[in-house]
């Protein structure tokens, strides 16, 4: 007996009802099915078997790459060769040899003022601005802090420990100087105050504690420098000064000579002084090492502060004195600098950012010893080098860390985990022919710590665009991340010459070239741009160089319409007069330079001019075609807001907020370039008519085109704050938490337009014309606030966010955000009933989705091969589009039948009808087989287009219509899985039959959705702008996931996020920094075996001079004296009040979150047995080989006493 199966009587029901078809209601199909609990047509529910579940997915943080973003200290473990570099916003990077790179951060977010290893212990400590300091594990892979402590009263300035003391020494603002237990991290009650350590005669204060280290020839002595040029030399043993010396210029630093018997100051005026112990009234030497000597036989003319150096002695040449600052002030325009002298030879080294800490990486950790110096660690505000001193010419050595990623600020990025194995190495061959020659020829001096493969084996690809319009390539497997190859995409347009501005046709003046949106498909390795300027770079991959010439057309979009039909008209109020209540959002980068000069219009015009004679290509992407978008009746062109490829049917189709175009890139011939009204045909839900050619060209205030890199860098969101103008002059701002981050980073946030808002006026659109037309002195920004890369905060109101349309503009450059929002805007925000009501309705049946400027955004588009309409019985290829309207439209492709007429026929773009709905714009697209499988999109598998072997074979196309997993028969049906800011539908083909709805959020909106694979399934992941992180299942849309992990706090997280397969996931954390996470429970239990170790057990090299003179000036018995001095026994218990302790709250290998006191010290003293084990069992290896050896000793010893034993002594 056949089984009777009610879902297919109600699935054919919902089909043939009002509700269920497409594009009927404002939640479209799924307004019968709230719930999404419908069966698709002919397959029930149970017939897909999801193997995803909630145990699947688990979200942590895996490992951040990139330069540390606002470095403030330094600091070099010589024994581990470990490299650690603390921030301002509280962070630690610890680098070690390629591969071992770990983040670490402060809770607090306290900017770190110093760091000191403890060397060859596996132990950090960091010293904050909140004057706490930290105590650091570095014996796990993940270090965690073991002991805080807090002081309450004073500052503190400087720390020092020497090396294999277990007492650090801390110096403070008020210049008192306290001593630290390092292993229980307890003050002592030793202290020297500032003004036992002064002469009583002295009448003023010395000012902060700058240095402070221990004599290399007496552990006993302490060198005290106070910031006054005071500098004090205390014998801890005594409790008293053993000599003072004064100089009248402040000090910025001290370092010793390795006997003990000299110590160089630095000072504010540029000088060095030299100080003998023997004669502290005066320096024994003094020089200004880049002042100019005067005629008259005077002290030479002061300097820059010189505000660090260090004194290295070699054994077989002169000392080295190496110093940052000096130079002189007459040379404004000079770069800072590192200065070298080595006996009579000075070098300056010239840096390109400003240089925050140096360190002189020496042979021998001891300071007593013959440094013997082999390299300089310039740490600067935005790149980290190595100087080679073993060579004369001082070469940098070769940055292995991927340090560079932010050369040119970070615009987008594109994340391809599990892509075809061979792209690596091919892009890597391409790429490594460009790489820069003249570094030091030794290896990378920062070696330490291990770092293996791990279990995860799947090539990953990062993608990241630029300001300067340069792409890069990155091998980002096993969680590491390596530069494999770099795309200038500028190279494809002429270089604009100073000057030439006012009379080009660009819309963007600072970084025109700036990458907006990148498409890239690995099998055919077809790469697509679009830049800011309005234009789409098409390349191809070739492994041989070729000199042709770039191929370009010109595209106009257009998008007017004169009256919109509405059923509320009463709430909209007359067009002109709108005008006058809507904030100006026009664009600080040029979108209001319409006008070339005066009494002519552009038309017709691109914004950047193609190179037309012929280019060399070197190996690797080369420019196929160039599509620009032209100005259209003095009107710029709209910056593009989505952008698909298909290498298989040879299109590329893109859009923007006026229309959709779609270019035959084979045939380099436009098929299609039209308004998305005219897309609809009669299908229009809101019957819009085209509107006749305007007779002259008028500012409009609601031009909300977002232009230029106000998309990427803060300037926009001063825009934002200042311009958003409503009744009773009130303004949306910024929490004062956020404005004071921006202003820091901007410098200022006054915008053009904040000077009329600012007096509550409001302005028309004559006056927005002339408020933002540019003078010939006025720059679109300044150039120092665009290298500020996106450090913007997004506005915020007292109940969140404003509306997804804000932030979409500042997303992705379009001015769809006039839709419900821009209602909200005029009209509602002062009625949190209304404007909460406005988000809760459907966009698309919404009068506030076209009330005022009805531009539709193309929002989504991606090529298929699918079913375009109801009655199709096989699947064609199709382009699916999406609005910001929600509305989903399906374009059929009318391919030519057989590969040899596809170069000569033309391809058909013809709307197939079928519209869809969904509530918000439109983000993706993604189609299952009848299994539940994902469909990949056909491609052309990737053949050299300039290969020597030419054969009619080898040219003809080798096309893969599906992916290899649904290459069977893909049955009779697919399911569509559209996701929109706010909600997922899943939808069946051909019926269009709406199965599962699953409403996303209501307050929020998505920021980024996609479809990846995870554990050879599928599921839809989902990044919300309230900081959720979601996943669902497919094709059911159950929710598998739901963490509130990442808020979105600046614009460049909701611009650079993007998701991959197998549980991948990355952002851009800071200007410099890329963080990657996975959601993956599989990758989060493999990670701590994935990441490098930090620590690896290394001798301690043995210190040479170890005798009788050294066992006199303290040497081994020191530790135990200042045990003895420091003690509490001796120096008794630190008032209470001055420092607080405060436990770590990790720090023990494999134990998740924090373990309980017993367990905890059970757990701690497990770890120190295992460590004392180790050691015993170094020490019982050691004593094997001293017996094996003196075994062998008394073997010998007995052979030659019987060879001699009967001989006389005169046969010897």
Not at 64 to 73: K, N, S, V
Not at 405 to 417: D, L, M
Request: glycine letters at 8%.
């Amino acid at each position: 007996m056949k089984k009777f199966n009610f879902r297919k009587v109600l699935d054919g029901l919902t089909a043939s009802s009002p509700g269920g078809s497409a594009g009927g209601g404002g939640a479209g199909g799924g307004s019968a099915h709230p719930g999404g609990t419908a069966g698709a047509a002919g397959t029930p529910r149970e017939e897909i078997q999801e193997t995803l579940t909630s145990d699947y997915f688990q979200i942590c943080k895996t490992v951040r790459h990139g330069f540390p973003y606002l470095p403030t200290a330094l600091a070099f473990d010589p024994v581990q060769k470990i490299l650690a570099i603390g921030t301002r916003t509280g962070a630690i990077r610890i680098l070690g040899r390629p591969g071992v790179d770990c983040y670490c951060q402060h809770e607090s977010g306290a900017a770190v003022l110093q760091l000191q290893f403890l060397i060859n212990e596996g132990a950090l400590v960091s010293a904050c601005a909140d004057d706490t300091l930290h105590l650091w594990n570095l014996r796990q892979k993940r270090p965690a802090i073991l002991h805080s402590l807090k002081f309450n009263r004073e500052r503190i300035t400087y720390c020092h420990l020497p090396f294999q003391s277990k007492w650090l020494y801390v110096g403070t603002e008020r210049g008192n100087t306290h001593i630290v237990n390092i292993e229980s991290f307890i003050l002592s009650g030793y202290v020297i105050m500032w003004n036992k350590a002064i002469e009583l005669s002295t009448k003023t204060h010395p000012g902060p504690v700058v240095h402070l280290s221990d004599s290399p020839r007496d552990e006993g002595k302490l060198l005290i420098g106070y910031e006054n040029g005071t500098v004090v030399f205390w014998d801890l043993r005594s409790k008293r000064a053993d000599l003072r010396a004064y100089y009248d210029e402040a000090i910025h630093s001290v370092a010793w000579h390795h006997e003990g018997k000299q110590f160089m100051c630095s000072h504010s005026d540029g000088s060095l002084t030299l100080w003998n112990l023997k004669s502290p009234n005066r320096p024994f030497q003094t020089t200004i090492p880049h002042g100019k000597i005067q005629r008259d036989g005077k002290k030479p003319e002061s300097c820059k502060p010189i505000l660090k150096v260090e004194y290295k002695t070699c054994k077989n040449s002169e000392p080295f004195v190496i110093f940052s600052g000096g130079l002189s002030y007459d040379k404004a325009c000079r770069r800072p600098s590192l200065t070298i002298m080595h006996g009579k030879a000075i070098t300056v080294l010239e840096m390109d950012h400003p240089i925050v800490d140096f360190l002189t990486l020496c042979e021998t950790p001891y300071p007593n010893e013959f440094q013997e110096p082999y390299a300089v660690v310039v740490l600067l505000e935005k790149d980290l080098i190595v100087v080679d001193l073993t060579q004369s010419n001082f070469p940098i050595f070769e940055n292995p860390y991927p340090i560079d990623i932010h050369e040119s600020p970070v615009t987008c990025t594109e994340y391809f985990a599990d892509c075809p194995p061979d792209l690596i190495p091919v892009l890597y061959s391409v790429g490594a022919k460009h790489k820069k020659q003249g570094y030091s020829n030794k290896e990378w001096p920062i070696s330490g710590g291990a770092w293996n493969l791990g279990a995860q084996t799947y090539p990953e690809i990062i993608i990241t665009g630029h300001a300067d319009g340069s792409v890069k390539f990155w091998d980002a497997s096993a969680i590491t991340l390596q530069m494999l190859y770099k795309l200038k995409t500028s190279k494809v347009f002429e270089k604009q010459k100073s000057g030439e501005g006012k009379a080009t046709a660009e819309i963007v003046e600072e970084d025109p070239f700036a990458v907006q949106m990148m498409y890239w498909c690995p099998e055919s390795r077809i790469f697509c741009v679009a830049g800011v300027s309005a234009y789409v770079v098409i390349y191809r991959f070739s492994k041989h160089e070729v000199n042709t010439e770039i191929a370009s057309l010109e595209v106009r979009l257009q998008y007017e319409v004169e009256d919109i039909i509405t059923p509320e008209p009463e709430i909209i109020p007359q067009f002109p007069d709108a005008s006058s209540q809507l904030p100006s959002l026009k664009s600080l980068s040029g979108s209001t330079n319409t006008v070339a000069c005066e009494g002519m219009m552009k038309d017709s015009i691109p914004c950047l001019s193609v190179k037309t004679r012929p280019v060399r290509m070197p190996p690797g992407y080369q420019a196929d075609l160039v599509i620009q978008l032209v100005w259209v009746d003095g009107e710029p062109p709209q910056q593009i807001t989505s952008l698909a490829v298909n290498s298989a049917y040879g299109l590329v189709a893109f859009g923007n907020c006026n229309g959709l175009a779609v270019v035959d890139f084979m045939q380099k011939t436009v098929l299609l370039s039209m308004g998305t009204l005219e897309l609809y045909g009669s299908s229009d839900p809101y019957q819009r008519q085209p509107r006749s050619p305007r007779k002259s060209k008028q500012f409009a205030a609601d031009n909300f085109c977002m232009r230029g890199l106000s998309n990427f860098y803060p300037d926009l969101t001063k825009r934002i704050r200042t311009s958003y103008q409503i009744k009773g002059s009130r303004k949306l701002s910024l929490p004062t938490d956020l404005k004071t981050d921006l202003d820091h980073v901007n410098g200022h946030c006054t915008s053009p337009t904040s000077q009329s808002c600012s007096s509550g006026k409001r302005l028309s659109s004559a006056d927005v014309s002339k408020a933002n037309r540019r003078g010939p002195g006025r720059p679109p920004f300044r150039k120092a606030q665009s290298a500020a890369c996106m450090e913007i905060s997004l506005p915020v109101t007292t109940e969140g966010y404003i509306s997804r349309r804000a932030m979409l503009q500042q997303l992705h450059g379009i001015s769809s955000f006039s839709h419900d929002e821009r209602h909200c805007t005029a009209h509602t925000w002062m009625n949190k009933e209304n404007r909460e009501n406005s988000f809760s309705r459907s966009r698309s049946s919404s009068v506030s989705s076209i009330d005022r400027d009805s531009k539709e955004a193309i929002t989504a588009l991606y090529f298929m091969e699918s079913f375009a309409r109801k009655n199709d019985s096989a699947v064609s290829p199709c382009l699916w589009v999406g609005t910001g309207l929600g509305m989903v439209l399906i374009l059929s492709l009318n391919l030519p039948a057989s590969d040899d007429l596809r170069q000569s026929e033309p391809v058909m773009v013809s709307p197939s009808g079928t519209v869809l709905t969904l509530k918000g714009a439109v983000l993706t697209f993604a189609c299952l087989d009848c299994t539940g499988t994902l469909i990949h999109p056909p491609y052309e598998v990737w053949r050299d287009p300039h290969s020597a072997d030419d054969g009619e074979k080898t040219r003809k196309r080798k096309l893969v219509m599906h992916s290899p997993s649904s290459s069977q028969d893909m049955g009779d049906h697919q399911f569509a899985v559209i996701c929109s800011e706010k909600q997922a539908k899943v939808f069946s083909l051909p019926s269009q039959t709406c199965l599962y709805v699953h409403n996303i959020t209501e307050t929020s909106f998505l920021l980024q959705a996609d479809v990846v694979t995870l554990c050879n399934s599928v599921c839809l992941a989902c990044f919300c702008a309230n900081g959720h992180i979601m996943t669902l299942s497919l094709p059911s849309l159950r929710p598998l996931l739901d963490i509130n992990y990442l808020p979105v706090t600046d614009m460049r997280i909701a611009r650079t996020f993007c998701f991959s397969n197998e549980g991948q996931a990355l952002y851009l954390s800071s200007p410099t920094e890329i963080q990657r996470l996975t959601y993956s429970q599989e990758m989060c239990d493999n990670l701590q075996d994935m990441l490098g170790d930090l620590f690896t057990p290394v001798e301690t090299p043995e210190a040479q001079n170890r005798g009788f003179l050294k066992g006199l000036f303290g040497g081994s018995g020191q530790a135990f004296d200042r045990e003895e001095l420091f003690g509490e026994a001796t120096a008794g218990k630190a008032s209470r009040s001055l420092a607080q302790h405060i436990p770590g709250s990790g720090g023990i290998e494999g134990v998740r979150g924090a373990a309980g006191g017993v367990i905890g010290d059970l757990t701690r003293a497990r770890i120190a047995l295992d460590e004392r084990g180790q050691k015993l069992g170094e020490l019982d290896e050691r004593t094997a080989s001293m017996m094996a050896s003196a075994e062998a000793f008394s073997k010998h010893a007995h052979e030659v006493m019987l060879k001699y034993k009967d001989k006389k002594w005169y046969q010897f």
